[in-house]
């Protein structure tokens, strides 16, 4: 895979930090969770293709493993707040001193300056500093977040593995280690640039909901079915809107102009009452295979069943019946391929990634004893 012999360190956090570990483990990565010692459960529920080490940082004997993984690694992948790290002695100072082709990658909501990096946050902060939020949102209403998508998962954990992946690539040619300051809140706002960048086209002229691309058009919006189902319009080019109203069986001739921006709120409740008609069923009958940029809203139980998802394999099973998202993209040389098994325990690989980073059997020995690594070996299952 493309990643392949890539050695990745990831300290145990919360989503974003799990999820670009595993973007780089689908890819081929060589991932390491460093989780805590002292904890019992793993909260990663992106754990696909990692292997677990459980380390006390508030020890020396831990602060001491780390340091000697860190020069045998590539990557680091830190998710604290700033200041935890070097409070350990483990900032990046210290750690590229030890080993200076690393990249030392800082996953946070602020960043590691300003008047917040120290704050606590979630997505809906961090999008709303983002300046995203105010965007996002039907009229009249308060503004809509979009799940914890949009900060976490888009601005965090996937602009951190691009800028992971640019510095590996960099280093080809320097040889020098970095670090990377990921803020969630500039990620978010990078990801939106197109809306900053159109901000005088008149996209955006009126009030939030009432836009071309926000729910304000009737030609680009949701529909309730006849059984309570959705279908998704994005009908905006003229030639796509004539077959749109071909397949709603409407005339043009008796309807206001598509871009009539005060006809709209009425052209939206022609094309409401004509979707109550049928079944999402038969509107996929209708508009499969047409322009009319017309689609179901599929749900988690019937995403990997659909016609173009299954013949992509868009969606994998893995050894436990769990559903997920095939990592993406494609590509066609090294393409992904994610594990199928189960997600290790808390510190189940402590013993053999020590033993592969040159920690000899005593020496693993006397860190259990002091307390500074854990092991939590599966049972065997007779």
Known sequence: MAL????????????PAPFCGMILADFGAKVIRVDKAKSSVASDTMARGKRSIALDLKCPGGV???????????????????????????????????????????????????????????????????????????????????????ADFAGGSYICALGIVMSLFERTRSGQGQVIDSS?????????????????????????????????????????TSEGKYMAVGAIEPQ?????????????????????????PKLKKIFTERFLEKTQEQWCEVFDGTDACVTPVLTFDNVAAHPHNKERGSFVCNDEGEVSPRPAPVLSRTPAIPAMGRDPFLGENTYEILSE??????????????????????????
């Not at 909501?109 to 709303?128: L, M, T």
């Not at 969630?184 to 009432?210: C, D, H």
């Not at 796509?240 to 709209?264: A, I, V």
């Open 184 to 224: 969630m809140v500039e990620g978010a706002a990078y990801l939106g640039s197109f809306v900053y960048k159109t901000q005088n086209t008149g996209i955006w002229s009126q009030p939030r909901g009432e836009n071309l691309l926000d729910g304000g058009a009737p030609f680009y919006s949701t529909y309730t």
């Open 64 to 150: 001491s493993v780390l340091k000697k993984l860190c020069k045998q690694s590539d990557v680091l992948i830190e998710p604290f707040r700033h200041g935890v790290m070097e409070n350990l002695g483990l900032g990046p100072d210290v750690l590229l001193k030890e080993n200076p082709q690393l990249i030392y990658a800082r996953l946070t909501g602020f960043g590691q300056s300003g008047k917040f990096a120290r704050a606590a946050g979630h997505d809906i902060n961090y999008v709303s500093l983002s300046g995203l939020l105010s965007k996002l949102g039907r009229k009249h209403e308060e503004p809509t977040f979009p799940l914890n998508l949009l």
């Open 240 to 264: 796509f809107y004539k077959e749109l109203l071909k397949g709603l069986d409407l005339d043009p001739s008796d309807l206001p102009s598509q871009m009539s921006f005060t006809d709209w």
């Open 357 to 382: 980073n040159g920690f000899s059997a005593k020496e693993i020995s006397d860190l259990q004893a002091s307390g500074a690594i854990a092991s939590n070996k599966p049972k065997s299952q007779l």
């Open 4 to 15: 392949a012999g890539v050695q990745v360190l990831e300290l145990a956090g919360l989503a």
